[in-house]
């Protein structure tokens, strides 16, 4: 079973489980249409990461919320970043020159996962990059810690089998 099948049922059993000690729930975007991965590709001029479309041809993001079922208090939310919000900051570069600025020429970041607004883990894409390194970016500088598209997912999913139990 893929990772994102995993995380969904994860999620459908929590909410059948009077014993679960938070209520789980998660907006699953559908699939990304080909004509939508090759607009977000034409704006970066470049393919996108394997890794990175093989979700978008699964599901264009989504979004996770806990909150304790008796304190009401919550976790942070998880998200995976849609395909539509790539393209919505590629669309609008304007809008997100603070973001972008430290990018060199040729280069693109494709957010994947953002843990808080400062800190935001993606691709960084130019045509040296193998499309499978995650890189991190946190308003200051992007590195590349080792992490890909599958080690976050299953991170994901560690937490998701931790709040839904």
């Known amino acids: 079973m893929e990772i994102i099948e995993k995380i969904v049922s994860l999620v459908e059993k929590s909410k059948n489980n009077p014993d679960c000690s938070y209520n789980v729930s998660a907006t699953i975007n559908p699939p990304a249409s080909e004509e ?58 304007k809008d997100y020159s603070a973001f972008l600025a430290d990018l060199k020429e040729n280069q693109s970041f494709l957010i994947l996962y953002q843990e808080q607004p400062e800190l935001s883990y993606g691709y960084l894409v130019d045509e040296n990059s193998n499309g499978t390194d995650i890189h991190t970016y946190n308003l200051e500088e992007y590195k590349n810690e080792g992490d890909t598209a599958s080690s976050i997912l299953n991170n994901i999913l560690d937490r998701v089998a931790y709040y839904s139990n």
């Open 36 to 93: 939508k991965i090759e607009k977000l590709e034409k704006l970066i001029g470049h393919s996108l990461p394997k890794d990175l479309k093989n979700i978008y041809k699964k599901c264009s993001g989504f979004q996770i919320e806990f909150s304790h079922k008796k304190f009401g208090f919550g976790s942070p939310k998880i998200k995976i970043t849609s395909l539509e919000d790539n393209l919505k900051m590629y669309e609008n570069r």
